[in-house]
């Protein structure tokens, strides 16, 4: 595997034609999360399992560590975190960008693509030119390591110039494609319908609902979920990405819950209700993986962890961008409705590594036999059970050094769970990077459980059993490793503490 890594990398700098290297030991580079070797990011693209494998296509700049010349990067693997570069999938051809978009396996050959009766994985996407967007199809029948794009282009145009973001999924119940895509600035999606994905036609619109204002919808998602413990019953999710308009300014992931009965959907909430994906400032344009083998039945996203605000200022070389760790997606019924909780997808566990356990002890007790073990790091995969008692605010701080610290906390009252990285290390980037994003979180039996992941640049905060998300970017220095709990105004206690460090997916 690790000859693969380091080839892969080569094989992506030598067509970008870069003498550049990429170690994945530079400054603030994460070491379980998805980053290209070189150059820009964004949006995660094409996100599905095929033959074993496990892929990811992403917006990528083949040319430099800025938004542009956006072109479909690609790379594969087989537990969701050890990825394989692979050559750029889907380049700029002359002055028509390939943006965001997903993928499908065609198992039943509609397309006609397939070959010796191997069925071929069909890449939708958005053509871009300075003045339209229209909706294209690829074909790849060498397991998506080559690429041909279809004479037929482009398979959906309309009247409208901000029209991009095609997810396709095969719908059972009308046996045939189904297409959402957005009308970016009307802030609509549209669903098509197509029996061979080739030829569209229009089903229904939905929106604006939801988040108000937001500047445009982008990247949207449909998928059904069970619910939790109710045998039988099911529910639609339409996932569809804001730019702006996110509660702590810039861009975020709202999502519905409803029906969709082949042609339409329909929202269960108020139009106004705006629900979120995740909380923190640094996830956008979340897609799912489609064809997960029924037996493994997961509903795993990916999203972009930036925020257009500030996504062209992060100070990471030579890279800019990274993709958040694959969660796994459920829905479940609380007090207020149904809402999705998540989870980091559980293949993670291959890379712990170094741990501590500690039960039922006082704060300050936890801290000594955290500094007594020596248990520190930059890449951490943190579970916790706290006690809030009398404690008003009460949390971890982690990547901790000379005045710099992350904290994840939580307060009585309101009862919240946030991050605050005011003090995570370089914030002067971006006049609106350094602050506090905090989410509602109700303790049951006052208490409150916790996942946190470390990832040297990258906080990904999982409270209450995963009913909040909440994903911050943070830049500390190298030195920054220190983990530590504290309790302000009263007295909490660690019911459960298990913490490992997690060895690098890249070396
Ligand atoms: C979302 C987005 C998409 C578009 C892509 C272009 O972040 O603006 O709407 O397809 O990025 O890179």
Not at 284 to 290: C, I, V
Not at 388 to 398: L, N, P, Q, S
């Amino acid at each position: 595997m690790r000859t693969l890594l380091a080839l892969g990398a080569v094989v992506g700098l030598a067509a970008a034609g870069f003498a550049q290297t990429a170690t994945y030991k530079e400054p603030y580079r994460p070491q379980f999360h998805f980053t290209p070797a070189i150059n820009w990011t964004n949006d995660p693209n094409g996100l599905v399992y095929h033959d074993g494998e496990w892929h990811i296509f992403y917006q990528y700049n083949p040319f430099g560590d800025l938004w542009g010349h956006m072109s479909w990067g690609h790379a594969v693997s087989e537990d969701l975190f050890r990825w394989q570069h692979l050559p750029v999938a889907l380049p700029e051809v002359g002055e028509v960008m390939a943006y965001s978009g997903s993928a499908v396996v065609d198992h039943r050959n509609t397309s006609g693509f397939g070959r010796g009766g191997e069925p071929p994985l069909i890449a939708i996407y958005t053509s871009r030119t300075v003045t339209d967007q229209t909706q294209s199809i690829a074909y790849s029948n060498d397991r998506g390591r080559t690429w041909s794009r279809y004479e037929g282009n482009p398979v959906l145009d309309v009247d409208d110039p901000a029209f991009r973001d095609p997810k396709v999924f095969w719908h059972e119940g009308t046996q045939r494609w189904v297409m959402a895509v957005v009308l970016a600035e009307q802030r609509k999606v549209s669903l098509y319908g197509s029996p061979d994905l080739k030829e569209w036609t229009h089903l229904s619109d939905f929106g604006p609902e939801g988040a108000h204002p937001v500047r445009n919808w982008e990247c949207p998602d449909l998928f059904e979920l069970p619910v939790e413990g109710e045998p039988g019953r099911s529910k639609w999710i339409l996932q569809v990405d804001s730019g702006m308009g996110h509660p702590w300014t810039g861009s975020g992931c709202q999502y519905f819950v409803g029906e969709f009965d082949g042609v339409r959907f329909t929202n269960d909430n108020p139009p106004e209700t705006a629900l979120w994906l995740d909380w923190g400032r640094d996830f956008y344009a979340a897609q799912s993986y489609s064809n997960v083998p029924a037996e493994d039945g997961r509903r795993i996203v990916i999203g972009w962890i930036s925020n257009w605000m500030y996504a062209r200022q992060k100070p990471t070389s030579p890279w800019r961008g990274a993709q958040s760790v694959p969660r796994e997606l459920r829905l479940k019924r609380f007090p207020e409705g149904l809402r999705l909780v998540q989870q980091p997808a559980r293949e993670i566990d291959s890379l712990r590594g170094q741990s501590i356990l500690l039960r039922d002890l006082g704060i300050e007790e936890a801290n000594r036999r955290i500094a007594s073990q020596g248990f520190k790091g930059d890449t951490l995969d943190l579970q916790a059970e706290i006690v809030i008692g009398t404690a008003i605010d009460v949390g971890f701080r982690v990547l901790q050094g000379e005045g710099e610290e992350t904290l994840v906390g939580f307060t009585a009252s309101p009862a919240e769970v946030y991050i605050d990285r005011s003090k995570s290390g370089v914030v002067d980037f971006h006049e609106t990077f350094a602050g506090r994003h905090s989410a509602r979180l109700q303790p049951s039996d006052g208490r409150v459980s916790v996942r946190i992941l470390v990832d040297r640049s990258v906080v990904e905060v999982f409270a209450g059993d995963g009913r909040v998300a909440i994903t911050d970017r943070v830049f500390p220095r190298a030195a920054s490793t220190a983990l530590s709990l504290f309790a302000e105004g009263g007295e909490a206690r660690v019911a459960s503490l298990q913490a490992w460090k997690i060895r690098s997916a890249w070396h």
